[in-house]
């Protein structure tokens, strides 16, 4: 098993989320206020983006695209299905995969059908170290990896789900 606490940071216009695994910093996800509420998710082997108008209904079905930033390859999406339920689908050369993510008391259970959970994030709102930074830090977040899904890729869409899903 592997834990990750994810720290908030704020700043004038900015926000976004730096993610340490035994105090090494190992990703991070930023965004700017504004109304395409655009994402940017940085870790090993990993430069995303992805952009979501805010005053876009929110109805089942409605999905946010994630996207490689060399490439601008769609790498998976997030789709809205109820309050506390989503979906995150990808395609790839062979297919493609589906992963359900459900909120339950203030954690998200990621797994897939008939398989077991494969990471939990639950709220935190205190840890025994915070990192020094040059904006407003507060640890936020604890997710458990289980061993049978610890790419660097999953690792990164797991972390950086709280900060692109759409409600």
């Known amino acids: 098993m ?3 606490i994810s720290y908030r940071l704020t ?3 900015t926000w976004g989320y ?9 990703g991070k996800t930023s965004g700017q206020i504004s109304t395409s509420s655009p994402v940017r998710v940085e870790g090993e082997d990993t430069e995303w983006y992805s952009s979501f108008n805010i005053d876009t209904e929110i109805i089942p079905g409605v999905s946010r695209r994630v996207k490689d930033n060399r490439t601008g390859e769609e790498l998976y999406r997030i ?9 995150i689908v990808a395609r790839t050369d062979t297919g ?13 259970f990621f797994g897939r059908a008939g398989m077991p959970v494969s990471a939990i994030t639950e709220r935190i709102i ?3 170290w915070i990192p020094l930074a040059g904006m407003q830090i507060e640890p936020v977040f604890r997710t458990r990896f289980f ?3 610890d790419s660097p890729g999953f690792l990164m869409m797991v972390l950086s789900f709280p900060a ?3 409600i």
Do not use: C, H
């Open 147 to 149: 061993e049978q899904e």
């Open 18 to 26: 730096a993610y340490y695994q035994d105090e090494k910093l190992i």
């Open 126 to 128: 205190e840890t025994d």
């Open 164 to 166: 692109m899903k759409m």
């Open 96 to 108: 493609g995969w589906s992963m359900t993510v459900e909120e339950r008391n203030g954690m998200y």
């Open 2 to 4: 592997t834990d990750i």
């Open 11 to 13: 700043a004038n216009g």
């Open 79 to 87: 789709i809205f299905w109820r309050p506390g339920l989503y979906e």
